[in-house]
């Protein structure tokens, strides 16, 4: 068969992905302090947006809307406020009265509900314009190295010894431990190893105690010492943490030579130590988590959704800039390419960020719906449920509503959670194969078990198992075993034996 070319026609579907429509879906999964981030760089690089928040005259997108229940239909929702919108406009536009938000008139919270505004005002923003947070004003805790530099000087004459000390600083990790040898590092520096074992030694004594220790026993083993508690008993359970952590007190009694009350003397006095000497001075700062989405009970036993508003970022297009530089003359046609291309960008921006927002809403809004009984009774209602249940009922795709939940907070009156908190594996029900239970809730459950033991009926594994069955809810003895464990909840012959000589103690 003659081979030859042919020309023909195909009609054909493909996705293609835009650079605009990848960053569209990067944005949805960003957080934010990723997405304020990203704007800043946005507003720099473009001339036509600006923050929301900034003085002047720019686009306003119509038709705000910022509130929502769990049992309306698919919200409206808009994020871009004109500076020159008054109170009374925003009253209207949002069917709300800002003056009466927290008045006497508001509905009295739940008896049985966590303190909302307690969590909402210790985060950045949530107290208004006339909150003070007290935290902010507290003086930054001092620092590791600085401390001991200070101590160094009256500790060690010898400035040869002083500049060994001073060295031998860089090798602690942020828990205070030596991560160092003394051998590479008197190679390093050209001295004898037994100068530096010998201000290493004398390093130990400085506070916080514990500090320069190679290991968690010779932290504690310090700190015993500098308390004078180091005796041999003492010094035998430091060397037996293992048998400690499994709480293995027979073989702890005959180590240490001591009777029970003496054996739970001693391991409350350690207790009592530092495992991380470092940990009272600074580090790396730790961020407060922002919710994204507040939800707060009405007078009428609905929920009120909200987006929150120091999460949302407010970006504008600068309308009359634009008309003013294009009425300019002598402009270049590259100028106006330029112009034409900021353009094009800064409506995509604004289009992505309001989709951004209505799909957050969206997703929120389903979970609360599905969610109803954890919000109002607690984790022991809390129903299995996973990706597609959501994305079907909003009719999205699943990887829409897996980027929508990474990274984003809700707040409830149950506290703070983060929306992938709400999605837990099925649990079969004991008689019927339809009735299921959520994975979260029956390790609340199997916790809340093992919490009301007393000394002289600790569940088993088994016994465990037996309870849930009862309750409606089939498992096997392996699986609650898993879920104590990962609870980091002890066997029942430990906890037994932990009990017993706390009732001891208590009786005598």
Same mark, same amino acid.
């Given at each position: 068969m003659a081979l030859g070319a042919k020309l023909f026609l195909k009609q054909s579907q493909s996705l293609v992905m835009t650079p605009q429509l990848m960053q569209s879906i990067q944005l949805l999964q960003m957080p934010h302090a990723e997405l304020t981030a990203f704007i800043a760089q946005e507003v720099e690089k473009n001339p036509l947006l600006e923050m929301g928040g900034e003085e002047g005259h720019a686009e306003e997108k119509p038709e705000p809307a910022e509130l929502a229940t769990h049992e309306s239909g698919e919200p409206a929702s808009d994020w871009y406020r004109e500076d020159r919108q008054t109170s009374e406009s925003l009253k209207e536009s949002l069917d709300s009265n800002y =003056?009466?938000?927290? %008045?006497?008139?508001?509905?009295?919270?739940?008896?049985?509900?966590? +303190?909302? #505004?307690?969590?909402?005002k210790s985060m950045p923003g949530g107290g208004g314009d006339d909150?003070?947070?007290?935290? +902010?004003? $507290?003086?930054?805790?001092?620092?590791?190295?600085?401390?001991? %530099?200070?101590?160094?000087?009256? !500790?060690?004459?010898? @400035?040869? @010894?002083?500049?060994?000390? *001073?060295?031998?600083?860089?090798?602690?990790?942020?828990?205070?431990?030596? &991560?160092?040898e003394p051998y590479e590092?008197?190679?390093?520096?050209?001295?004898?190893?037994?100068? $530096?074992?010998? $201000?290493? /030694?004398?390093?130990?004594?400085?506070?916080?105690?514990?500090?320069?220790?190679?290991?968690?026993?010779?932290? #504690?083993?310090?700190q015993l010492r500098q *308390?004078? *508690?180091?005796?041999?008993? #003492? +010094?035998?359970?430091?060397?037996?943490?293992?048998?400690?952590?499994?709480?293995?007190?027979?073989?702890?009694r005959r180590?240490?030579?001591?009777?029970?009350?003496?054996l739970l003397d001693m391991m409350t006095e350690l207790r009592r130590l530092n495992p991380k000497p470092a940990s009272a001075f600074s580090s790396d700062p730790t961020e407060s988590v922002l919710p994204d989405v507040i939800v707060t009970a009405r007078p009428g036993g609905d929920w009120q959704i909200e987006l929150n508003s120091d999460t949302l970022p407010r970006v504008l297009v600068n309308r009359p800039y634009l008309a003013e530089v294009k009425a300019s003359r002598g402009m270049s046609e590259a100028d106006q390419t330029f112009l034409?291309?900021?353009?094009?960008?800064?409506?995509?921006?604004?289009?992505?960020?309001?989709?951004?927002?209505? !799909?957050? #809403?969206? $997703?929120?809004? /389903?979970?609360?719906?599905?969610?109803?009984?954890?919000?109002?009774?607690?984790? =022991?209602?809390?129903?299995?449920?996973?990706? *597609? %249940?959501?994305?079907?009922?909003?009719?999205?795709?699943?990887? %829409?509503?897996?980027?929508?939940?990474s990274n984003k907070y809700i707040l409830t009156p149950r506290g703070l959670f983060e929306l992938r908190y709400f999605f837990t594996v099925s649990i079969a029900g004991a008689d019927d194969e339809a009735a299921s239970h959520s994975a979260?809730?029956?390790?609340?459950?199997?916790? &809340?078990?093992?919490?009301? /033991?007393?000394?002289? @009926?600790?569940?088993?594994?088994?016994?465990? @198992?037996?309870?849930?069955? /009862?309750?409606?809810?089939t498992l096997a003895r392996r699986t609650v075993a898993k879920y104590r464990e990962a609870m980091n909840i002890p066997s029942s012959v430990q906890r037994r034996r932990e009990k017993r000589a706390l009732a001891r103690v208590a009786a005598g």
């Open positions: =003056d009466s938000a927290f %008045t006497e008139d508001a509905p009295a919270p739940r008896p049985d509900a966590p +303190e909302l #505004m307690s969590q909402w909150h003070v947070d007290l935290d +902010e004003f $507290v003086a930054s805790r001092p620092c590791l190295r600085g401390h001991l %530099t200070d101590q160094i000087a009256l !500790t060690f004459r010898d @400035a040869r @010894a002083q500049a060994i000390a *001073r060295h031998l600083i860089d090798y602690l990790d942020d828990a205070g431990y030596f &991560r160092g590092i008197a190679g390093n520096i050209g001295i004898d190893v037994d100068d $530096v074992t010998h $201000v290493l /030694e004398r390093l130990k004594s400085l506070d916080p105690p514990g500090v320069f220790a190679r290991s968690l026993a010779d932290c #504690m083993r310090e *308390r004078g *508690r180091l005796d041999p008993a #003492m +010094e035998a359970l430091v060397d037996n943490l293992d048998l400690a952590a499994r709480r293995d007190f027979q073989k702890l180590i240490c030579g001591v009777d029970d009350d003496d034409n291309t900021c353009l094009q960008n800064a409506n995509w921006l604004t289009r992505s960020l309001d989709q951004r927002a209505r !799909t957050i #809403m969206k $997703v929120a809004g /389903e979970i609360v719906r599905l969610q109803d009984g954890f919000l109002r009774h607690g984790v =022991d209602h809390l129903r299995p449920l996973n990706l *597609r %249940t959501v994305a079907d009922a909003i009719k999205m795709h699943e990887s %829409t509503v897996s980027r929508v939940t979260e809730a029956v390790r609340h459950r199997i916790k &809340r078990l093992i919490d009301d /033991e007393t000394p002289a @009926a600790v569940l088993s594994d088994d016994d465990i @198992a037996a309870v849930l069955k /009862e309750d409606g809810i």
